[in-house]
């Protein structure tokens, strides 16, 4: 079993910055054997991938890719040796106002394992 917890969201300004973190957690692992991800939800929508990296390392594994909407905003890292997932939102718009979820699953397209979600606000 994985446990994620997602944290540092909040009310921030349009053009600002926020930098979202997953703790991750539970039987020894290590978080480079799962792809990882960020989604997000607002309001009467769908929930959406924003952001992804895949199981592994570079240059085999490890790889990243974006929604169209974030590319060039948003950038997703890893520390594996401390098992933490990072989001940094950069240029932020109203339009990523929406519930930020952490997930990691093993086979692509597929996440078994989901944080809790943390809100992420952003005024005009």
């Known amino acids: 079993q994985v446990q994620l917890v997602e944290s540092g969201g909040g009310l921030v300004q349009a053009g600002g910055s926020l930098r979202l973190s997953c703790a991750a957690s539970?039987?020894?692992?290590?978080?480079?054997?799962?792809?990882m991800g960020w989604f997000r939800q607002a309001p009467g929508t769908q929930r959406e991938l924003v952001a992804r990296?895949?199981?592994?390392?570079?240059?085999?594994?490890?790889?990243?890719n974006y929604a169209d909407s974030v590319k060039g905003r948003f950038t997703i890292s890893r520390d594996n040796a401390k098992k933490m997932l990072f989001l940094q939102m950069n240029s932020l718009k109203p339009e990523d106002t929406a519930v930020y979820y952490c997930?990691?699953?093993?086979?692509?397209?597929?996440?078994?394992?989901w944080g809790q979600g943390t809100q992420v606000t952003v005024s005009s």
């Open positions: 997930a990691a699953g093993l086979r692509i397209g597929y996440y078994a394992y």
């Open positions: 539970g039987d020894t692992f290590s978080i480079s054997w799962y792809n």
């Open positions: 990296v895949f199981r592994g390392e570079l240059p085999h594994g490890g790889t990243t």
